[in-house]
């Protein structure tokens, strides 16, 4: 069935249907850069908001609905899809896989996760975005007049959907894929993560599963659970968010680390400084994730025992992540170290990361956070462990990645204009916002008095913004500039270390064409110290089995959200109908045989052939 | 004589003898793993909100143990059946496996039935609902998922049944029949944790 394999698709249809990992993450990235810049756009309108003390630009009300959307936007549909379509188009090249374990289940998750974000962005257009703040905490989200929050209850259970069976995809690919050789301890750092944090998504999701379904039960069907006259209890959701939610920061930021982990390495021309201790690192601020939620809930009132035993578990988290940034000092130490704009991103993360990391600490003791709490210390705090932490890593990643996926490099002119243009504007919007916290100026409120001086902090704060803004639009200009007429990469532009340099760039679909053999930690590296031109191959040149596209997992992803759309305005009939789609799309996938197909050895192109 | 046929040809293990059946057999136990993860977060809200009863009826005197103790018997003996249905697929015996799982199907929908009937008992006969209390909430949520659960079931060994009746047993299919039961026992078990943290806590808790 080769001519299977090299019939001219239809590109649209094409792109639906693709189970090619590499696509996937392509279409990820491009999801999940859309979101970001969204994003972006709802975080400066709402600093110009706060420009002047008392300024009237976009008013209250859609002020909480910017809020909360910045929120729930840059968390769920643009942190998680962007680090989502770095380990589709990465790691299975890394651990010398010629596909991920479930083409069709991964294709699903990325459906799933677009419907689910477009219909959490409908509220826009359709009375009111969600407007509860991006925690949803009831009953200010049970009693929300309006569709708003139900938008936000069924569009991110949707795309939570995605993101849990991705997660499941990962694992399975990580523990079963793996080429010869390529043992647990030899896997490179930015697969350790995402295997990590693979985890993570799976025991953490669920949790928000069922808070979102109690608040959608308590919205839609008159239930309980979170209506204290009739004995409900509203503490229950902040600690299920709680129990998804912290670990949550840990799904976003640990990628980042594995990213920050390779590109320190290639750039310091060094093997990574202690990397068991990086793994184990990484595993423990996994496990020690799920410990310690309750210190968002420090003011609640849980008693000083509770208080007390999450504390300790927070402050313990800052032992391995500080053993992380000692071994990315050291591994930079005595290397060759230059400077590229990954390399420049990786390494102005530390110093801001390490600034997040301190407010984490003093945010850890329940009686000094009784003063910072709800204030812009936290707002301060958390900026700088997801901005400087997993946007930082994502760019760095980005122009990193940029010639593998695409088979370009971006312009390194704008990247530094890009960086320089960010770091200074992340610095001048959230360090200010450390100073206004500490004065009592209260997170998520529309505006504030004048005499207070919190007038000048403000001030900056929003200029720094506007700082972000520029630097975002010259990334923009500098992808569509190397869209355009981008210098075509080699296959390894960087020197790089492990196995996905060592194969064409942009990889072929099927990535290797004989499964390489591993010898050591740095796989490639070792091979190009040893004078070798390719990989040693671990098995003879033989037909390639491919797996089968769908438009199932669109049509499934489909049906969902026409069902939950229909269900917010109590549309039972059609409701149903969106059920009968998805279930429908999954009994067809069930009964219809998906055998795929084989590209013949002799369909090969030449330079394909590796090791011979 | 199909099954015959293919009692010769397939490996032992037949559900994780090809790649395809590896990945499905961890990927499920992974997914397994969350389905914890969604009920434990289920039985801490029951937890929290079991003596919630705003005034209206209490679990003491809402269950009937006779009751529950028939449809807990039906299920565990539908996990026994789906245990023998899974020994006749590991030393490839089609015809014997397909008949085991049929009475699973017709065991878990009995225990279906009964709760229906029980639900549909409580609302009518003690206006015991969603609505009526948090307690409430929590009882048809978690008990409801659960039931969820078990419909999902019927109706997947209903097609996988259906489907491949005519075809037997083969490595591409064995996986599928292999999961299904995985999905049993672990509604089986989920049912366990019902039956001691909501009726008999309910009654004697």
Redo the contacts between chains.
């Keep these: 069935m080769s001519a299977h394999a090299y019939k001219k698709k239809n590109p649209v249809w094409d792109w639906l249907t693709t189970v090619d990992h590499k696509k996937i993450g392509i279409l990820y990235l491009a999801s999940g850069a859309f979101f970001f810049l969204l994003g972006g756009l709802e975080a400066i309108l709402l600093r110009v908001q706060l420009l002047y003390p008392e300024f009237d630009f976009v008013g209250a009300e859609t002020f909480n609905q910017l809020l909360t959307m910045h929120g729930t936007t840059m968390i769920f549909l643009a942190a998680m899809p962007l680090i989502f379509g770095f380990m589709n188009a990465i790691v299975p090249l890394q651990i010398g896989a010629r596909d991920v ?2 083409p069709f ?1 991964n294709s699903l998750g990325f459906w799933l996760f677009t419907a689910g974000g477009i219909l959490l962005n409908l509220g826009w257009f359709l009375g009111g975005a969600p407007d509860a703040g991006w925690t949803g905490y009831a009953p200010l989200s049970t009693t929300s007049p309006g569709n708003g929050v139900d938008f936000y209850v069924l569009g991110l259970q949707i795309s939570g959907i995605g993101t ?1 069976i991705g997660g ?2 990962f ?2 690919t990580i ?3 793996r080429a010869p050789g390529m043992t647990f301890m030899r896997m490179p750092l930015f697969t350790w993560s995402s295997f990590i944090t693979s985890g993570l998504i ?6 928000l ?3 979102l ?2 608040l959608m ?2 919205r839609l ?5 979170f ?1 204290a006259e ?4 509203p503490i ?1 959701y902040e ?2 968010f709680w ?1 998804f939610g912290h670990p949550e920061v840990y799904i976003l930021v640990l990628p980042a680390f594995g990213m920050f982990s390779e590109i320190i390495a290639t750039f310091a021309r060094k093997r990574l400084f202690g990397y068991s201790a990086m793994v184990f690192a990484t595993a423990l601020i996994g496990f020690l994730g799920f410990m310690v939620w309750v210190h968002h809930m420090f003011t609640v009132g849980l008693g000083p025992i509770a208080n007390s035993i999450f504390a300790v578990a927070t402050m313990l988290i800052a032992v391995p992540t500080g053993v992380k940034i000692f071994n990315w000092l050291f591994t930079m130490w005595g290397g060759k170290v230059s400077f590229p704009t990954a390399n420049l991103f990786a390494v102005g993360f530390i110093p801001s990361f390490v600034l997040g990391g301190m407010t984490g600490v003093m945010l850890s003791v329940p009686p000094a956070d009784y003063q910072y709490h709800d204030s812009y210390f936290v707002v301060a705090h958390f900026h700088y462990v997801i901005v400087g932490g997993v946007v930082f890593g994502l760019f760095a990643g980005m122009y990193y990645w940029w010639p593998k996926i695409f088979g370009t490099v971006l312009n390194e002119f704008l990247g530094k204009l890009h960086f320089w243009l960010f770091f200074i504007g992340f610095h001048l919007t959230f360090f200010p916002m450390h100073f206004l916290g500490l004065m009592g100026m209260p997170r998520r409120v529309y505006t504030y008095l004048s005499g207070q001086s919190l007038d000048e902090a403000n001030f900056a704060a929003t200029m720094g913004a506007f700082l972000m803004g520029l630097a975002t639009i010259i990334m923009v200009w500098n992808i569509i500039q190397t869209s355009v007429k981008g210098k075509k990469a080699g296959n390894d532009p960087w020197d790089g270390r492990t196995l996905e340099w060592a194969i064409a760039s942009p990889a072929p679909e099927y990535n290797f064409a004989q499964t390489p053999l591993v010898r050591g930690l740095d796989a490639w590296w070792l091979e190009k110290r040893a004078g070798n031109k390719a990989m040693v191959a671990a098995e003879p040149l033989d037909d390639i089995h491919m797996p089968d596209s769908s438009i199932l997992p669109l049509v499934l992803s489909l049906g969902l959200f026409i069902a939950a759309l229909a269900a917010i305005y109590s549309n039972w009939i059609i409701a149903i109908g969106g059920l009968v789609i998805t279930a429908a799309a999954m ?1 067809l996938r ?2 219809i ?1 998906y ?1 795929g197909y084989h590209i013949h050895k002799e369909d090969l192109p030449a330079e394909g052939r590796e090791g011979k | 004589m199909k099954s015959n046929e293919t009692m010769t040809k397939l490996p032992a293990n037949p559900e994780r003898a090809t790649l395809d059946g590896k990945n499905k057999f961890l990927g499920f136990w992974f997914f397994l793993g969350g389905e914890t993860v969604l009920f434990a977060s289920l039985f801490g809200v029951y937890l929290g909100l079991r003596n919630a009863t705003n005034g209206g009826v209490s679990a003491n005197e809402l269950f009937e143990l006779p009751l529950v103790f028939i449809a807990t018997m039906l299920l565990l003996t539908s996990s026994l059946t789906s245990v023998f249905a899974t020994m006749a697929l590991k030393t490839n015996h089609f015809k014997r496996m397909i008949g085991w799982f049929v009475v699973t199907g017709l065991l878990g929908l009995a225990f279906l039935g009964l709760e229906i009937y029980e639900f549909n008992h409580y609302v009518h006969e003690y206006g015991h609902t969603i609505k009526s209390s948090a307690w409430g909430s929590a009882f048809y949520t978690l008990v409801g998922t659960h039931g969820a659960h078990v419909f999902v079931g019927i109706s997947w060994i209903t097609i996988l049944i259906i489907r491949n009746l005519r075809r037997g047993m083969d490595l591409y299919t064995a996986p599928k029949f292999y999961l299904f039961a995985l999905y049993w026992h672990f509604i089986d078990v989920v049912w366990i944790f019902i039956f001691t943290v909501v009726y008999l806590m309910g009654k004697v808790g």
């Design positions: 374990a479930f289940v849990l499941i995809n694992l399975v523990i079963n894929m799976l025991f953490a999701f669920p949790a599963t069922i808070g379904a109690l039960f308590d069907f008159g239930s309980q659970f209506a009739a004995g409900g209890n229950i600690h299920l129990i009994i069930s009964v045989d055998h």
